[in-house]
Structures are given as structure tokens and as C-alpha cells.
């Protein structure tokens, strides 16, 4: 079992820049990979970025070259740079773990981009 935590979700102006945050309870690097999901209101949960443990990285296409995936092994957390935020980025934002068949999630972190 494993428990992960976000933080850093809020309210932004459009244009602007958030960075999230998820600490594990655990050794990140015995997972087979790392993510973050998004869950707009009416919406289904969707795969904002992943990063597996070789350090590829993979994004949707909504979001890519404006968000950043990255892992801080010693610390146990991974992170998501976001930048040039848009109102369609609004949702609650979770962290996951993949290992094996497993995964685990967050309780999530809200994020709100005005327009």
C-alpha cells in the first residue's frame, strides 16, 4: 500500500503558472510509473502526464509544451510544471502510481484557471 498526496492546486488567472506536487509514503523508484490525471466537472478522468521509472515522460496532446512531468527520486515526489494555463485546464488534478497491477491514487487537488 502506498498513500500519495497533492498540493499546490488553486485558483489562477488564465496565461498564468501552477506547480503541483505529490509525496508518496514510499520509494517512488519501485513503481513502474508516476502520473497525473484531471477530472473536469461532467467529465471523465483523463491522463494529463506520465513519467515511467527509465524517466520517459508522456503527455496529452491538450497539454503538451505547457506542462512539465518530473520526479525527485530522494524525495519521494513527483511534480507538474504547469505554465500558459488555459480556463479548459479547470479540474481536479490527481497524482497516481502504477506497480504491477496496481494503482494507486490521490485525493486529488483542485485547480481553477479564470478567463
Known amino acids: 500500500q502506498v498513500q500519495l498526496v497533492e498540493s499546490g492546486g488553486d485558483l489562477v488567472q488564465a496565461g498564468g503558472s501552477l506547480r503541483l506536487s505529490c509525496a508518496a509514503s514510499r520509494r517512488i523508484s519501485s513503481f513502474n510509473a508516476l502520473g497525473w490525471y484531471r477530472q473536469a466537472p461532467g467529465k471523465q478522468r483523463e491522463l494529463v502526464a506520465s513519467i515511467t521509472e527509465g524517466g520517459m515522460t508522456n503527455y496529452a496532446d491538450s497539454v503538451r509544451g505547457r506542462f512539465t512531468i518530473s520526479r525527485d527520486i530522494a524525495e519521494n515526489m513527483v511534480n507538474l510544471q504547469m505554465n500558459g494555463l488555459k480556463p479548459e485546464d479547470t479540474g481536479v488534478y490527481y497524482c497516481?502510481?502504477?506497480?504491477?497491477?496496481?494503482?494507486?491514487w490521490g485525493q486529488g487537488t483542485q485547480v481553477t484557471v479564470s478567463s
Open positions: 497516481s502510481a502504477h506497480e504491477y497491477a496496481a494503482y494507486y
